[in-house]
């Protein structure tokens, strides 16, 4: 599988922006998907998670309410809808996938996108 992450730019406080990852192949309805942030100077953390019917989803507290992750498999492309957006959500964002969505949870992904970067000024 193979992941294109999309959608990051540059967004002044309180603003929104809507994330996008591509995957390849014809399996992505079989993998939890997932996202990841990295700020400058900070070890990746997990941002939230969707299982692989999209039935379930998971959010780190610091974006629940604000960030919605969902899924769209016929088009093999996971979302991050950012609202409210804050200037420590700055960060390069990535998505991942795993056949286990409790392992993508712990950040054990098998596969990773590269990064687009997200920045809030404000």
């Known amino acids: 599988v193979q992941l294109q992450a999309f959608g990051g730019g540059l967004v002044q406080a309180g603003g929104s922006l809507r994330l996008s990852c591509a995957a390849s192949?014809?399996?992505?309805?079989?993998?939890?998907m997932g996202w990841f942030r990295q700020a400058p100077g900070k070890e990746r953390e997990f941002v939230a998670a969707i299982n692989r019917s999209g039935g379930s989803t998971y959010s780190a507290d610091s974006v629940k309410g604000r960030f919605t992750i969902s899924r769209d498999n016929a088009k093999n492309t996971v979302y991050l809808q950012m609202n409210s957006l804050k200037p420590e959500d700055t960060a390069v964002y990535y998505c991942?996938?795993?056949?286990?969505?409790?392992?993508?949870?712990?950040?054990?992904?098998?596969?990773w996108g590269q990064g687009t970067q997200v920045t809030v000024s404000s």
């Open positions: 192949g014809r399996t992505f309805s079989s993998y939890a």
């Open positions: 991942a996938a795993d056949l286990s969505t409790d392992r993508l949870r712990r950040g054990v992904c098998e596969y």
